[in-house]
């Protein structure tokens, strides 16, 4: 099993920047592929990125593509999710999520909630105008 924790959401205003982590537990972070998804206040939660075991593969939502990165470091059983150019629609609980369960060859990338096993308790961010 893999129990995830996020940290690093707060208020920024629109323009900002902001870190999110997830720190995992067990000696296995690195057989999961990893991915965040967000949930605004009456939304279903939607995907916003993912990356593979190794890091050298990510996907985007577009809604993401070009503000935000994922990363990830496997020495310290961590994913990142550095978001750029932070606007008020981004504002959303952020979640991150573990899987073993995915297509190795990422042509179907898992970004969907059904292909995740494993969630954190998630990070509030907020975005201001």
């Known amino acids: 099993q893999v129990q995830l924790v996020e940290s690093g959401g707060g208020l920024v205003q629109a323009g900002g920047s902001l870190r999110l982590s997830c720190a995992a537990s067990?000696?296995?972070?690195?057989?999961?592929?990893m991915g965040w998804f967000r949930q605004a206040s009456g939304k279903e939660r939607e995907f916003v990125a993912c990356i593979s075991l190794t890091g050298v593969r990510t996907y985007y939502a577009d809604s993401v593509k070009g503000r935000f990165t994922i990363s990830r470091d496997n020495a310290k059983n961590t994913v990142y999710l550095q978001m750029n150019s932070l606007k008020p629609e981004d504002t959303a609980a952020y979640y991150c999520a573990a899987t073993s369960r995915y297509d190795k060859s990422w042509v179907r990338r898992p970004r969907e909630t059904k292909d995740y096993d494993y969630w954190g308790q998630g990070t509030q961010v907020t975005v201001s105008s």
């Open positions: 067990g000696r296995t972070f690195s057989s999961y592929a």
